[in-house]
């Protein structure tokens, strides 16, 4: 995979600021068939749900969870290594993204701790933004999923964020990242409701968007052929894991 910076590319109907990017090429399209073939291959795909369970009639796919399973960790890594360089380049436009929620402090050049500020945050490079974005958040787990040809979708208007279990974990969730596998079809665009825009699939290409209502989306049906992602979120650490268990 090439260790370039990801670099955004408009969307269809794209509009300044609307908090959504998608960056080209965030994974060759051999990782991304590989990643198909894979999936195809594996006998343990169950029908995608949604937060009250099993509803095709609001999302029809087959997924499959990656994360912490066995045979599956390469995988894992090789798209969470994608996803952070992809954060990266959205907190270099969105700096608010990473300080507004937290009054964050890091260490100066005269070794005293100072708010860091969007200008900071632009003056530091990606070796020592990594560790305050660490800090801070954290991976979701990777669901693959695939929507069938004609008959498939998340035609479902949703967002990612909602209060559903006791440890609040899809409460956590900050961001939210799509990695389109495949593009042998037509339609199956990513929408967004309040945007008004459209995000066509191109293989390799992931889109990077925040998990609240204000993105509120759908899946539109693939025509002519299957269509494959890789989907997760990007989550913030645990108030523990932030501030102790104090």
């Known amino acids: 995979m090439s260790s370039q910076p990801a670099v955004p590319v408009a ?21 991304c068939a590989q990643l198909v073939a894979r999936f195809s291959d594996s006998g343990d795909t169950v029908p995608g749900r949604v937060g009250g ?9 087959r997924d499959l969870t990656i994360s912490g399973r066995d045979g599956w ?3 894992e890594t090789l798209l969470n290594l ?34 860091l500020t969007p200008e900071r945050m632009a003056a530091m490079d990606d070796e020592d933004l990594a560790p305050v974005i660490k800090t801070v958040l954290r991976p979701g787990s990777i669901n693959l999923q695939r929507y069938s040809a004609n008959r498939g979708g998340y035609p479902y208007w949703h967002c990612e964020l909602y209060p559903r279990d006791p440890r609040a974990e899809t409460l956590h969730r900050h961001l939210l990242w799509t990695i389109y596998l495949n593009d042998e079809f037509e339609e199956g665009e990513t929408e967004f409701l309040y945007q008004q825009r ?11 968007a925040p998990a609240a209502f204000t993105h509120t989306h759908r899946g539109n ?10 989907t997760s979120w990007v989550l913030f650490q645990r108030a523990e894991q932030l501030f102790g268990a104090g």
């Open 73 to 75: 960790r390469d995988a």
């Open 221 to 230: 049906r693939p025509k002519g052929g299957d269509k494959f992602i890789a």
């Open 198 to 208: 459209k995000i066509v699939p191109r293989t390799g290409s992931m889109l990077i």
């Open 11 to 31: 969307g269809e109907h794209a509009r300044d600021n609307d908090f959504i990017e998608v960056y080209p090429d965030a994974l060759t399209r051999e990782q």
């Open 53 to 61: 369970g099993v509803m095709p009639d609001l999302k029809d796919s």
């Open 82 to 115: 994608a996803v952070f360089r992809g954060v990266i380049a959205y907190l270099r436009r969105y700096p608010h993204t990473l300080i507004a929620p937290l009054m964050l402090e890091t260490p100066g050049a005269d070794g005293k701790s100072h708010r």
